[in-house]
């Protein structure tokens, strides 16, 4: 049987309760087998901002997050390919190693607001159905000429920036981020001087 995969990419730095509440959401809604928390090598986007955190440590953190997890997946395609990571080249790999399976690229609400942005975004709709799942903010609506849809769940007010933001100040990120992943956190003491 051809596989349902959706591919959840991210700088997951780090992963939180809100990433995990939307893949298993998203797999359950569309009947996925696997969803893949694709952790992005350089983040392209991101890198004049801030120092981000290294790529091997934020997939640790992923993949203590979906350790115990049915149907999620920590991914390192875009480690292992090196470079700035583009969802076009990562939908070509998934494609390439699944035969038949048909393909859906997860982003909340933010990240469907810049789809245009994307390296060779019309590759992405080509390859993938889009998942648009609610943040807090601007629902977005796309053009129709993507092939799209909306999933609903649970909208959680939870980013990566306000847990580093914690981290800095030393508010607690309890219940926000599992344990498995605060123990990645300790383990490799990371976010001591968090931006
Ligand atoms: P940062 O604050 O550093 O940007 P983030 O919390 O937005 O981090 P990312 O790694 O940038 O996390 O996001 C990866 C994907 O997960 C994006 O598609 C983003 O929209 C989605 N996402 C992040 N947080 C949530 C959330 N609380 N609910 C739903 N989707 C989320
Ligand atoms: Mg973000």
Redesign the pocket.
Known sequence: MPLRIGL??????PP?V??L??AVNVRHALELDLVILMVANVPWQ?IDDRRITDAEHRHAMVAAAVADVPGLAAGRHEIDHGGPSYTADTLATLAQDNPGATLFT??????AAGFETWERYEEVAERSTLVV???PGEPVTLPDQFRWERVE?P????????L?RRFRDGRPADFLITDPVLAVIESFQLYRNAQ
Do not use: N, P, Y
């Not at 959840?8 to 730095?13: I, L, N, Q, S, V």
């Not at 997860?106 to 990240?111: E, F, H, L, P, Q």
């Not at 909208?155 to 306000?162: E, F, I, K, N, W």
């Open positions: 959840f990419g991210g700088t997951f730095d939180h809100g990433h509440v939307t991101k997860i982003v909340g609400d933010d990240a799942v609610d943040r769940v909208r959680l007010d939870v980013s990566s920036t306000d580093r």
